[in-house]
């Protein structure tokens, strides 16, 4: 035939050199579409011979080809040749695949790795099979069965894009010479080489010889015939095994032993030996077991001189030698010598083991464990059949299931390493044995799926037949493992089953396993390849396993005291999870661990409850180990009066409702509200729990007085309820993302009971710095939010730990919350080291602020005000003054405590688990602020605060501070602001309230204003009285907290501090930093509050954009806070160094300064829906703008135009991301407008911020490729990372017709808002960096987009607002808000026009047949209100209409087609005043109701229509319409109709029977529903209860007794929308 190609091809291709030559256009823009195929059919042995010309590096995969016996001539060619169906065989890579299914995984060369210049054939033989040719070279049968007319195919694919046919002919002789000299070259070389029988080679029987010395010593061999020692062994053991009479063992084909001439042992004669095949394998077996134990004991049991085959090199490297002495019992001096030649064969460590490894080694070889052939379809076998790997890990993660090529033997060890894992997945390997012969078994997609005759371990539990018989069989998790770690099983004699992980047995994991049994391994989840070790060395595996045990028990070591605060001696044994748990829940670790097992699989059934009941004041507090980003959802705490051993468990504990009182059931934290008997009682409590991450903690307390309290990460959250009575259980729900929690009975890792704190003991080491004050001056140290880069701040900021500790060694520095006072000890707790590094942790202190600080990668680098410890040296700013310290912080250990501390003569002291280690250094500044730091060098990798840090002396927890000590200063002349009498229980008033004094303690200092400030109104004190005894200084804020509601007792009611203040909601500012109820919201906010001293000024006031705004001396340091309430006081904290201040304000309203800008919202006016106002705060206030342009740095489709404002992708579908050249300012909307859409490609643009600079970034080809900090806006989706974090926010990005406008902007509080056509979507994301960039793909069907400025027209701006107010009348005016029903958006500005649904509605309509000239011409009046249209619009969901005005819903799901008015309705003044409501009907009844141009008596379908449904002609079914004569004699006495504010009512199938149809576009069949939207005139209709008698509610804003209207009234309805709904 032709060497030619056919004209018929793949869309991209392109023909050349009389069709010989195929090239694939753009390839660097497209992979596939790249499909040839052979001009004619094949003839039998003609190879059809291509030669690759050109490939690029842009894609992975390479050409794929192959034959089919579809003809070109009449072909839908697909994207690939993968995809030919209908008899077809393709060879893509190595696999072999018929009609898209691979049929044969490992077969030939890959073709991905052929080179430009190779040749590639294929060939179909006479006998049906079909063969691969690589560069002249057969390959060999890839399939059989092959029916005649076939044609070649060749799949230009990936990287390959162009081919040249060089030949389609039979293979010339000279090629099939070559290949028969190659065969028999190849035999010739097979029968030359030596014989080899169990690895020995002749003439090597040393090995052998000490093996079966060994076995013969146990009195295991017996007499056997004698073959002559020339006899040649065979090259396998026989597999027929014929039993004789007597005691001796035949085989079919004996298998010879040497002489035993080199023998030492005494024990032996030199006669030679014949061994069966069984008792060469249990003398084998049982050696290779006993040399295996014996390496524990110092190795070299096994004696013997001999002769190895690793000369010098040993298995590892690590021990042993080819050449080994030691005798049968040990004695070296009966060592016999021998000597080695090199090989490859590994042997095990030890003396003799050596020459044993020889026997062991060629075992291996010839009968050795290997993979089956048949395995799991994602299974790729190599290494002669000893590695397995699971193919495409990171998009499946089953189906990599193997088993062993033969059932295993009684001791044998069988074992695997790690060599690879993925981070993507959760799970990971599952190993164990199953009867099921691998050649008969269909190999499920995960070896638990099996539920017969299988025995596997997952995790650290035990699975028999798919069903956990062993909750936790181990300490070792299979999931923890790493690469490089090794599992093995051995199957005894006895039938128990054991697991090995790095050598060591973890016991018996099944008592009775079957005799035969094959072992078997899933590559399940992270765990992607293994391979078979035959050399069983353990040494280094040892040392492994202590490192795993350091990493699952990190406390290992720590004291665990007693568990309440309050000291109880009836106190029984430790807080436990119950053994009663969740379906779905685990309790491990000896009760203090519960956890989900199969999290990715279940995210509820997780309840777990304490063993025991909690005491009064006892602290019951988890930590989340482990999370899952599957669900929505967290973790869920509290207590309940329900015993668990009793308790029928529920999927969640907030679907418990059982309990009828206050004082029963229930009481659960959930995200952040409070739930009783699964009823919320508070919606706005705490901290999210839902925003938790592993290492977080959560607690609850039950107080003496009833009082129920929840901690997070220590932090109090404030009473949650009350009476709750004594006896309650603690409970934790394992919900969502929550997958394990660990109890955390440390007193270390209990927060404080607020205000209770100084009641309880403080809890010291014997040998510890004191505190007579109490806990309270303790409990204030934590590390600071400001710290190295590899160092995480967790547990509320008690406990520090570095990350990646086994990959990175410092950049862990970490430093205190605040400065430490003279005589207060800074303590910490080691909790976790690494022995991976050399150097552990250094500690000391800094005169340097933690704002100042510039994190270096030690802090011995620091040159300046730095102290430090560093193994024995004392460092002074990075110099050693001294060495030979009296402690070595290099030697200190898991548990071990270090604390610093200055004195008041400034003398800088260390003391080692509560020992004073004398005077390290002097001269320390004594009136110099000074922060203690620790560094998480090198071993060290987790430290916490203990609770023995705080004050030595008495006199510094004090203050005897009078009121006499302040000299009281007059009032400035004309002050009107004043203090209220409200305040914290350590101040007192004078003059007249204008003056605060703190008169003892360093807190309890709150006071207000007196009144309620008023907008722009400035609320100032200055600053009379500073004492530098204390850290800290004043805080000042904002509370909606009213003093007047607070108890009369200045005593109780108030927080220590301000930061406390969480009763109500409260702004402050405290040091730099802004919060909201405590929560920080922003940082490095203007000037530091602690850096003020006397004479200073302090002010504060909410702006008329209800932003916080805090003034130093004067100066505005601009917006601190917004969503700032009206009605609020200012509130400042006395705390710490400020005790005294005076007001020097008055209520006299202060010049703004600034001119409020604009709002952002723009009325999206559309007809039947309101023009809103915007309400005075909603939107917030804008900068002024910065002008904002694309950078020039973008994806390489782009191209840029109008002075970088105008972007257009000018090709194929990606690679055009574009970010702006300047950052997005706060509070500053940046808009730009989409221009072009092409309607050939699927999907549209995404946008969102970067928080890094964009200038040299390397864009990928879509954004969903940028994976570090971007927040991504795609579809309807938000992704942050490439992960999705929300769903459902807004519209549909890729419903955006041209013309839409699209915003994004960042508020004060760091959230991303989305925009469209100047309408708030809402909070996108949260936490977005300073700076950040906006972030455009033009991606699929968006190819332009132009950045919107001040002078370019934006949708629904002000020209659009103006245009709506001006065809607005005064009738259209209710309660303050718009409305215009007939008005609608303008053509070029309605978002509707491309809406698919509104298309399929539309089409729907034409089936009607209903004439044209009942429907308004334009079609822009048309209305589809789908999620993405009236998303777009930004509607709400309800609206008032009509005079009085009454609510109606919108027809969320339907789409409107606009009716025309009769000219006899006064549209323009009594329509107006008129109600919306809604009425659904039949297809019957749609004509007849339109001829009459209103509702008419019957034409309900509750009366009118049968739910028998016909075919009608128009291809759309529809109900009959039942005679007027079977309606009932009320209906005809007195005619009504029955309507509904909303369509949840209306539009029920009762009212408004289904139909079918198909759509004569996409030929799919659909139902369809009908209805009219229609005004009616007040007092014409009875509002009555719904008459379905439906128990739950229909809508949420209407009552069920009020949903139905009733008109007789055949003039008080008015049509003007048909509304369709297609399901």
Known sequence: MAAELHPCSGKLIGLSNSNRTAQRNQPVQEFNHGLVLSREPLKDRDVFTVRIDKKVNSWS???????????????????????????????????????????????????????????????????????????????????????????????????????????????SLAERDTERETVEEREQEDEEEEVVVCGVREGEFGGLTSAVNLAATNGTLEEVPVLPPTHNRPDKFPNNLEPETGKKIKTSTPVSVAPLTECKSPSFSPSPIVLTEHQLFDVLNNAIVSLYRSEDNGGGDLGGGGIGRDSGTGSRGDRGSSSGGGSVNGNSSDSGGGTGNTGSVNSPAGGGGARLGAV????????????????????????????????????????????????????????IRIDKLVDKWSGSIEIGVTTHNPNNLDYPATMTNLRSGTIMMSGCGILTNGKGTRREYCEFSLDELQEGDHIGLMHKASGALHFYINGIDQGVAAAQTPAVVYAVVDLYGMAVKVTIVHNHNHSDRLRRNNAIMRALSPDVGRPRPAHSLTPDPDTPDRLLFHSNCGQKAAIISEGRTALRPHATDDFN???????????????????????????????????TTHNPAYLQLPSTMTNLRSGNTNQSGTWMMTGNGVMHNGTTILDEYGHNLDRLKAGDTVGVVRKEDGSLHFFV??????????NVPPSVYAV?????????????????????????????????????????????????????????????????????????????????????????????????????????????????????????????????????????????????????????????????????????????????????????????????????????????????????????????????????????SFPIHSPVAGVAHRLHSKHGKNVVLLGEGCQAVRVGGYAHGIVFSAKELKTDELFEVKIDEVDDQWSGSLHMGLTTLAPPELPSCPMSGLSPSLTQLRSKVTWLLAGSEVRRNGLLQRQNYGASLDRLTVGNRVGVKRCSDDTMHVLIDGEDMGPAATAVAKNVYAVLDLYGRVTAVSIVSSSVLEDAGSVKAPSLSSDSCSEGEEDRTPVEGDEPALVPNTVMAFLENHGKNIQLSHENLTAARVSSYNQGLLVTAQPLPRQQLFQFQIDRL?????????????????????????????????????????????????????????????????????????????????????????????????????????????????NVATVGGEGIKARCQGDMEKADMVDGIKESVCWMPHPEVNPNKTCEYQALCS?????????????????????????????????????????????????????????????????????????IAYHGTSVGALRRTLDHAQLLSGTSSIFSVSPVKTEGSNGYSEPEENSSNSLPDRDREVPRVQLSPTMRYSGLEMFAPKVQFRDPRSHCCHQAQVGFQVCVRPGSYKVGPQTLGAIEPLDPRFSNTEIEWITKDQGGTLLYGLLIRVE
């Open 360 to 415: 062991t080694g060629g075992m291996l070889t010839n009968d050795a464990l290997l993979f089956h052939e048949k395995c799991g379809t994602l299974i790729k076998l190599s290494n002669n059949n000893k590695t397995a790997e699971r193919r495409r890990p990171l998009d499946e993660f089953n189906n990599g299931v193997v088993m062993t090529n033969r059932p295993l033997r009684h001791n044998e060890m069988f074992e």
């Open 61 to 171: 995969g390479s050409i794929e080809i192959g034959v089919t016996s579809l003809d070109p001539a009449g072909l839908d060619f697909p994207s690939s040749a993968t995809g030919l169906k209908g008899g077809s065989w393709i060879v893509s890579g190595c696999s072999v695949l018929r009609d898209g299914r691979s049929v044969l995984e490992e077969y030939g060369r890959d073709l991905d790795q052929l080179s430009e210049g190779d040749r590639v054939g294929i060939q179909r033989s006479t006998h049906g099979e079909l063969h691969l040719w690589v560069n002249g070279q057969d390959c060999g049968a890839a399939a059989s069965g092959l029916p005649t007319g076939l044609w070649a195919v060749v799949d230009l694919y990936g990287k390959c894009t162009q081919v040249t046919v060089v030949s389609c002919e039979p293979p």
């Open 732 to 964: 934790v729900d394992l919900y969502g993302q929550a997958a394990q929690a660990t109890i955390m009975d440390d007193v270390a890792d209990l927060p404080p009971l607020p205000e209770d704190s100084s009641e309880g003991p403080t809890v010291m080491s014997p040998s510890s710095p004191c505190s007579v004050a109490g806990g309270n001056s303790a409990n204030d140290l934590r590390f600071h939010q400001l710290h190295g880069t590899n160092a995480v701040i967790t547990n509320g900021g008690r406990t520090a730990l570095r990350q990646n500790c086994r990959s990175e060694f410092n950049d862990a520095i970490v430093i205190s919350n605040r400065c430490l006072r003279d005589g207060e000890l800074f303590e910490i707790v080691i909790q976790k080291m690494v022995d991976r590094w050399s150097g552990s942790i250094e500690a000391g202190v800094t005169a340097i602020r933690p704002e100042e600080l510039e994190f270096p990668n030690t802090m011995t680098d620091i040159d300046y005000d730095t102290w430090m410890l560093s193994g024995t040296a004392i460092m002074q700013d990075g110099n050693t003054m001294r060495n030979n310290y009296g402690c070595d912080l290099d030697t200190l250990t898991t548990g071990s405590r270090i604390g610093m501390m200055r004195s008041a003569t400034g003398d800088l002291h260390y003391y080692i688990n509560g020992v004073d280690q004398g005077v390290a250094c002097t001269g320390l500044p004594p009136g110099k602020e000074v922060y203690a730091v620790i560094d998480l060098y090198g071993q060290c990798v987790q430290v916490s605060i203990t609770s023995s840090s705080g004050p030595q002396d008495n006199s510094l927890c004090t203050s005897n501070i009078t009121e006499r």
């Open 713 to 722: 990460n220590g932090v109090a959250q404030g009473p949650a309820a009350w």
């Open 1403 to 1475: 089409r729907f309509k034409d089936l009607l047949t209903l004439p044209d000239g009942y429907f308004n011409e334009d079609a822009k009046y048309n209305l589809c209100y789908c999620e993405s249209c009236h998303k777009l619009r930004g509607d709400e969901s309800y609206y008032k209409r009509g005079e009085p005005p009454r609510d109606y819903a919108l027809p969320f799901g339907w789409c409107r087609f606009a009716l025309r008015i009769k000219p006899h309705c006064d549209v323009s003044n009594s329509f107006k005043q008129w109600h």
């Open 1238 to 1350: 092409n309607a050939s490609w699927t999907s549209s643009l995404s946008l969102g911020v970067i928080g890094h600079s964009p200038d040299r970034l390397n864009f990928p080809s879509t954004a969903c490729c940028l994976k570090r900090s971007v927040w991504l806006l795609q579809r309807d989706s938000v992704f942050h990372n490439s992960l999705k974090i929300c769903e459902n926010y807004g519209p549909n990005l890729d419903t955006c017709p041209e013309g839409t406008v699209l915003g994004l902007l960042v508020d004060g509080n760091s959230c991303l808002h989305l925009y469209v056509n100047g309408m708030d979507q809402g909070v996108a994301a949260q936490d977005i960096p300073t700076p950040c960039y906006p972030l455009i793909d033009l991606y699929g069907q968006c190819e332009q987009v132009t950045i919107v400025t001040n």
């Open 605 to 639: 059934h997780g309840v777990v409850l304490s063993g025991r009941p909690l005491h009064s004041n006892e602290v019951f507090q988890v930590r989340i180990d482990k999370m899952v980003d599957k669900w929505a959802g967290s973790i869920e705490i509290g207590v």
